[in-house]
């Protein structure tokens, strides 16, 4: 039995913290808390977002969890405008190449947990004037 459902979310956070052009990594509860706090860009928001294909094992004793952690990239750039965005992309580009590096494959190194892997996201980029978020979801399983 776990001792930690939210285990891997500092080890997220411990692993996304020394990036370089990062200024701060969140923690919001949601998508929507999180564009509430975008004064600070470039950012990282670590969420997570629920469970996913809960399947028994062991005869229904235990089961296979898989949890979801979407990570948000936040920047921002005045240059780009809303017929202009190609700069938000460029300052984006390291960052988001960094992002994958890190956790396409991370082993948190918690007892039951695997690692991580990258699944499509379900939620759109999304921006404004100066400003843009790309989201990446990742799946970890680990049984229960």
Known sequence: MLSDY??????????????EGILV???PFSVDDMLQITNIAPALNVI????RGVDS???????????????????RDASSQLDQTSNIRKEADPLIRELLSKMQGFN?????FRSFERV??????GSSSGFAYFPFLFEIKFIN
Request: charged share 10%.
């Open 120 to 125: 499509d996201a379900g939620v759109q980029i």
């Open 25 to 27: 990594v969140n923690t």
């Open 108 to 112: 948190p190194q918690v007892a039951g």
């Open 48 to 51: 997570y977002v629920g469970d």
């Open 6 to 19: 939210f285990a891997v979310e500092p080890k997220i956070v411990d692993l996304l913290t020394p990036n």
């Open 57 to 75: 094992v062991g005869q229904g004793r235990a089961n296979m969890v898989t949890q979801q952690w979407l990570i948000v990239l936040a920047v």
